[in-house]
Structures are given as C-alpha cells and as structure tokens.
T-cell receptor, first 113, second 111 residues
Framework: DTAVSQTPKYLVTQMGNDKSIKCEQN?????MYWYKQDSKKFLKIMFS???????INETVPNRFSPKSPDKAHLNLHINSLELGDSAVYFC????????????FGPGTRLLVL | SQQGEEDPQALSIQEGENATMNCSYK?????LQWYRQNSGRGLVHLIL?????REKHSGRLRVTLDTSKKSSSLLITASRAADTASYFC???????????FGAGTTVTVRA
C-alpha cells in the first residue's frame, strides 16, 4: 500500500493557469509538508501543517495556497502559474515534533509552458 | 536557507567499492538525517543520528557525526548498482519541525 501518494504525477500547463496538487498519507501522521525541488535538486520547504494547523509558511509567493481538509490530506493550489514554478513538488509526512523522520511521496513534476 | 552542504557533488565508483560522502552544516542540531533519492522518485529515509551520537550503522551504511566540526559522513560499503542515486543530508534543529536539506551527492555505481 502506498504510504504517501500524490496526484497527479505529471502536470503540464500554460502560464497563467491555476492548478492543484493533492497529497494523501495513510501512515497516521499528524504533520504534513510541501517541498519544491528545483532543477539542481535543491529541496526547499514551502509549508507544513500539524493536525490541520499551518505551522511552517516559508517565503513563497501568495499564489501558492495550501489546504488541509483533515490530517491525512494536504493539497497545494497554485494560481496564475509562472515559468519559474516549473519544478518537482514533494509532499511528506511525519509524526509531530522537531526532527522527526519524514516520509516522502513520489513527487509531482510540474512543467509550465 | 540551506543548512547542510554535501561534498562531493558527484561520485562515480566501481561496483564493490566503498562510497563516502560528507555533509557540513552551520548551526546546532537536534539530529542529522540522510536520505536517498533514486532518479524520478521521492526521498527515502536511510538513517538518523542524534547530536549525542558519534556513529551509527544500518546494514551497509555507516554514518558518523562530529558536532565540534559540524560535519557528518555517510559511508556505503560494497556498493551495488542499485545504490546509484542522489544522497541528501538534512539537519533538524531543536525547536523546529523544519528539516534543511543540502543539494545532495549524486552517486553512480558502475557495473
């Protein structure tokens, strides 16, 4: 069974469009994360929710909005997509607490044309 | 900002050889974690070493931590083709959920 799943796996879209990426985990974790990995493989934290409460909100454009309907799901909505948004977006989850091991999803490869 | 920095950026070795990569960081940590990423996949947790530990083993993996030098190393012994991947260190502060990842070391194991 997949522990952390993301949909879609690939997303190709035009500049200016709005898109969403969904993430679900069945590990019973309270904490979920969104990361962006650029073309040089540098991984940067974007957001984190703990039991549906936003706890990490890094400096990202406000075109990016996370939503956590329950602690097993964390979605990422991106408005007015730009070329620079092209990247791989990873969802992860962990038990609550500083320094916990994180479990990553397979990634969503976003290409903005 | 980026906390861990891996060295070297890339490593190519023959199957059966050992691979060593290093990670340096800047601030105090609660623990340091190593992850592997196969091409086109998500990251997989390999090993966690706490700030009061100096060495840890898991199968063919050996991790050391020197908090006085703010550095860690990951050794993969008797490498296999399946070890071909990027390896990332991630530092965890005491009071934050955030992990800070380095840019990774890309390891290629030649058959």
């Amino acid at each position: 069974d997949t522990a952390v799943s993301q949909t879609p796996k690939y997303l190709v879209t035009q500049m200016g469009n709005d898109k969403s990426i969904k993430c679900e985990q069945n590990l019973g974790h309270d904490t979920m994360y969104w990361y962006k990995q650029d073309s040089k493989k540098f991984l940067k934290i974007m957001f984190s929710y703990n039991n549906k409460e936003l706890i990490i909100n890094e400096t990202v454009p406000n075109r990016f909005s996370p939503k956590s309907p329950d602690k097993a799901h964390l979605n990422l909505h991106i408005n007015s997509l730009e070329l620079g948004d092209s990247a791989v977006y990873f969802c992860a989850s962990s038990y609550p607490g500083a320094g916990e091991t994180q479990y990553f999803g397979p990634g969503t490869r976003l290409l903005v044309l | 900002s980026q906390q861990g920095e891996e060295d070297p950026q890339a490593l190519s070795i023959q199957e059966g050889e050992n691979a060593t990569m290093n990670c340096s960081y800047k601030t105090s940590i609660n623990n340091l974690q190593w992850y592997r990423q196969n091409s086109g996949r998500g990251l997989v947790h390999l090993i966690l070493i706490r700030s009061n530990e100096r060495e840890k083993h898991s199968g063919r993996l050996r991790v050391t931590l020197d908090t006085s030098k703010k550095s860690s190393s990951l050794l993969i012994t008797a490498s296999r083709a399946a070890d071909t991947a990027s390896y990332f260190c991630a530092t965890a502060p005491f009071d934050d959920y955030k992990l800070s990842f380095g840019a990774g070391t890309t390891v290629t194991v030649r058959a």
